[in-house]
């Protein structure tokens, strides 16, 4: 996940502010999400629960940045369609309700443990977590063919 965000910054950075900042906001969520997760080059003892300010720092993340595409960037872009004359038809009729998919996983996630206590339930994180793992390994795959659309119209 983070060589594709890293990817993903080199080829598509640069050119639009706003995508700048999301794809920052991208890494950023990616590291939280490996260092929650304990994967490399982040490794915690398989059997340790991470801790309960880690869980709701990186739920935050989470949703700056579901919030941050869903707010800023997807209409920057729809906006940026449709002032050029371009059909939006694709980005919102397939790519759009894909990326609205994992956006529910991830709101749920936040919802299950934005704010957990220390004599909160840990019975199912790790598997939680995994759930969330592959949503947003989905969701950057839709993201980057919305850019890759977007640039291929030269749009970015």
Same mark, same amino acid.
Request: aromatic residues 10%; charged residues 25%.
């Given at each position: 996940m983070l060589t594709r965000a890293e990817k993903a910054k080199q080829r598509w950075g640069g050119n639009?502010?706003?995508?700048?900042?999301?794809?920052?906001?991208?890494?950023?969520?990616?590291v939280g999400y490996c260092q929650l997760a304990g994967l490399p080059p982040y490794t915690k003892d398989q059997q340790e629960l991470p801790a309960i300010e880690s869980i709701r720092e990186f739920c935050g993340q989470l949703v700056d940045y579901v919030s941050a595409g869903h707010f800023e960037v997807y209409d920057h872009i729809t906006r940026e369609h449709v002032s050029r004359g371009h059909e939006i038809g694709r980005l919102t009729d397939d790519l759009f309700p894909l990326i609205a998919d994992?956006?529910?996983?991830?709101?749920? *996630?936040?919802?299950?443990?934005?704010?957990?206590? @220390?004599?909160? %339930? *840990?019975?199912?994180?790790?598997?939680?977590?995994? @759930?969330?793992? %592959?949503?947003?390994e989905l969701r950057l795959e839709f993201e980057d063919r919305l850019l890759g659309d977007l640039d291929q119209q030269s749009l970015l």
């Open positions: 639009n502010q706003a995508i700048d900042h999301w794809l920052n906001e991208r890494q950023q969520l990616l994992t956006t529910d996983i991830a709101l749920d *996630f936040n919802d299950r443990y934005g704010n957990i206590a @220390a004599d909160s %339930e *840990f019975a199912t994180f790790d598997r939680d977590l995994s @759930a969330l793992g %592959e949503a947003i």
